[in-house]
């Protein structure tokens, strides 16, 4: 099992930046690819960015490509997600995901094929 608890959401103006983090345990982290999907409200919960075991491969949505980036530090069991320049539409539950990969420089962006999931923290930008 590997537990995911995320932390630094809250409330931003629009144009400003955050950064989330997520903190794995249970597991050896670098084993996991990770990735931080979003949920609007009454919205589905969607694909935002996703990083390989090696941080070497990203990949985004098209709606935040440019404004967000992921990262993650193995050390500290840790993914992040950095946000900049937030709209309003960019409100919704942060949610980061871990999927364990063969490949070390594998990035999965399919929410089907994670296995484990945080409990969410809260982006709010206000217009």
């Known amino acids: 099992q590997v537990q995911l608890v995320e932390s630094g959401g809250g409330l931003v103006q629009a144009g400003g930046s955050l950064r989330v983090s997520c903190v794995a345990s249970?597991?050896?982290?670098?084993?996991?690819?990770m990735a931080w999907f979003r949920q609007g409200p009454g919205k589905e919960r969607e694909f935002v960015a996703a990083?390989?075991?090696?941080?070497?491969?990203?990949y985004y949505a098209s709606s935040v490509r440019g404004r967000f980036t992921i990262s993650r530090d193995n050390a500290k069991n840790t993914v992040y997600l950095q946000m900049n320049s937030l709209k309003p539409e960019d409100t919704a539950v942060y949610y980061c995901?871990?999927?364990?990969?063969?490949?070390?420089?594998?990035?999965?962006?399919?929410?089907?094929?994670?296995?484990?999931w945080g409990q969410g923290t809260q982006v709010t930008v206000s217009s």
């Open positions: 990083t390989s075991r090696s941080d070497r491969s990203t």
């Open positions: 249970g597991r050896t982290f670098s084993n996991y690819a």
């Open positions: 995901a871990a999927k364990r990969t063969t490949y070390y420089d594998e990035y999965v962006s399919t929410r089907s094929q994670y296995e484990y």
